[in-house]
């Protein structure tokens, strides 16, 4: 028997839930998309909308965090199905984590093929600047480190295999293709690709975790968009995520910057909208099978 917290995202679950949404509309998502903390304008790309609240899904966690609307909002973007979700869930929150990666498998059963994530973070690479966008390149899964993985647990072999590979989680042509757009679009300059490292939060990094994490190899830290990567490969879709650098990881002992979640509201403003190009112009150039 495994412990009630590693079955927080079962297969019959997902498929009710799925199966719910899929009953009351006709859109049928090839690419699901999600918002990082006051990242939700991305949905309001979306063209066609039906719109649910979290609350209203059957077995769906709820969004408590400010800046994670609680919206699952489905429609089309540049004429592809997708649905987007409009706020998502962090272990801080005090979910299991397989309850913060329940909508991967149930994005997976309404039929997406792709993920696009995107998160808000503090960047810890002294080249970063705030407002860089970060194309994650790779991840370290620092929880995972004390056994904090979401597939742990007994493995369903209707979602994935039992030792999923990681070292591709990052799809290559979606990198390339973020490269190529963001050259065109003339973001070459705040354009960076990085690793991101998650961490538990809530509360923000000291001065000795930043310059450890960035020692390991990190560039960028947060609290979310791991999981749901791990989530997401096991069940056979591609994945690409952005990291939008809201704040940098204070480094230095002489620094008087101190990390805020107004900060990092606020960055995602300034930059929604050449994120939002990005995302909307790659998503017009992506071929499904
Ligand atoms: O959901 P994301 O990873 O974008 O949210 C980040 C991490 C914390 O939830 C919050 C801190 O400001 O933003």
């Known amino acids: ?34 918002c990082g903390s006051g990242l939700g304008g991305l949905a309001e790309m979306l063209k066609d909308q039906v719109v649910f609240r979290y609350e209203d899904i ?5 969004s408590t965090v400010r800046g994670h609307a609680g919206r699952l909002v489905f429609g089309t973007l540049k004429g592809k199905p997708c649905v987007c979700m409009q706020g998502r869930f962090h272990l801080y929150e005090g979910y299991p984590v397989q309850k913060t990666t329940l909508p991967m498998r149930i994005f997976k059963l309404l039929g997406v093929e792709m993920v696009i ?15 860089d966008i970060m194309i994650i390149k790779d991840h370290i899964n620092m929880p995972g480190f004390a056994g904090v993985n979401p597939l742990a647990g007994q493995n369903d072999e209707r979602f994935g295999v039992r030792f999923p590979c990681m070292s591709d989680a990052y799809d290559r042509d979606l ?26 939060g809530p509360s923000f990094e000291t001065i000795a975790e930043c310059r450890m994490l960035y020692r390991l190899g990190a560039d960028a830290v947060g609290m979310s968009t791991v999981h749901e990567v791990i989530v997401a490969r096991h069940c056979g879709m591609r994945v690409f995520a952005l990291s939008l650098i809201t704040n940098k ?3 230095d002992y002489n620094s008087e910057e101190k990390a805020n979640h107004e900060e990092v509201l606020q960055t995602g403003k300034q930059r929604a909208e050449q994120l939002e190009k990005l995302v909307s112009s790659m998503v017009s150039r992506i071929k499904h099978n």
């Open 1 to 34: 028997m495994f412990p009630e917290s590693t079955t927080g995202s079962c297969y019959e679950e997902c498929k009710s839930t799925a199966e719910w949404l899929l009953a009351q509309m006709e859109v049928r998502p090839l690419l699901g998309i999600v």
């Open 58 to 62: 059957p077995n769906f966690p709820q």
């Open 117 to 131: 994530l995107t998160n808000a973070a503090g960047g810890l690479n002294e080249d970063y600047k705030v407002g």
């Open 175 to 200: 990198r390339q293709l973020a490269q190529d757009v963001g050259e065109e679009l003339g973001y070459k300059d705040f354009l960076r690709e990085g690793v991101y490292c998650v961490l538990g």
């Open 249 to 251: 990881a204070v480094m």
